[in-house]
């Protein structure tokens, strides 16, 4: 069964940075591109990242909210994906979800901005 | 970018009723629209993809139609377990979620 689990989440300062990480398992995770997706307290929910697969070079997209500030990337040896953070602020606190966007989606990972 | 606009936000209904939300994109999304169901303190689920494929596994009481800018899901007969909350997702140009349309009993 296709499975996501998402790490790394927590409580940071404005400004600050976090890493987070989503360990695949259970389809062949270098034919899949994958996503980020957030959802704040209360609040719909709102992609903000993509990773394409090798034969399209890694192309990623982000965002206009997180551009330039979040980088996502992949380890197709680990079956890992990540989301690097950086220069957080108060509005990116929220539930993140590693997802392929069709059947596969973790439990979310909350990651709380405030100082 | 796409846009998105989900109706109703909020519907209450009753079991066995026909139920249906509409999604409209700002533009063409040539048929690249998808239904996802979140129940609450979950993840949410793919019910239907590319405008009417249903997922695997969702029953088929849930479908799904439409082109161009003007989307729908249905679900046939309500049942207590269908409540949840309701998104659209556009894939033609980016990803682009709708708001939500939150279903409850009445």
């Known amino acids: 069964a296709v499975q996501l689990v998402e790490s790394g989440g927590g409580l940071v300062q404005p400004k600050e940075s976090l890493k987070i990480s989503c360990a695949a398992s259970?389809?062949?995770?270098?034919?899949?591109?994958m996503y980020w997706v957030r959802q704040a307290p209360g609040k719909g929910l709102e992609w903000v990242a993509r990773?394409?697969?090798?034969?399209?070079?890694?192309?990623?997209y982000y965002a206009d909210s997180v551009k330039g500030r979040f980088t996502i990337s992949r380890d197709d040896s680990k079956s890992m994906v990540y989301l690097q953070m950086d220069n957080l602020k108060t509005e990116d606190t929220a539930m993140y979800y590693c997802t392929t966007m069709g059947i596969g989606w973790g439990q979310g990972v909350m990651v709380t901005v405030s100082s | 970018d796409i846009q998105m606009t989900q109706s109703p936000s909020f519907l209450s209904a009753t079991v066995g009723d026909r139920v249906t939300i509409n999604c409209k994109a700002s533009q063409n999304i040539n048929k690249y629209l998808n239904w996802y169901q979140q129940k609450l303190g979950e993840a949410p689920k793919r019910l239907i993809y590319n405008t009417n494929s249903l997922q695997t596994g969702i029953p088929s009481r849930f479908s799904g139609s439409g082109s161009g800018t003007d989307y729908t899901l249905t679900i046939s007969s309500l049942q207590p377990e269908d409540v949840a909350t309701y998104f659209c997702?556009?894939?033609?140009?980016?990803?682009?979620f709708g708001a939500g349309t939150k279903l409850e009993l009445k």
């Open positions: 997702l556009q894939h033609n140009s980016g990803n682009t």
């Open positions: 259970g389809f062949t995770f270098s034919n899949a591109a």
């Open positions: 990773i394409r697969t090798k034969p399209n070079n890694y192309a990623t």
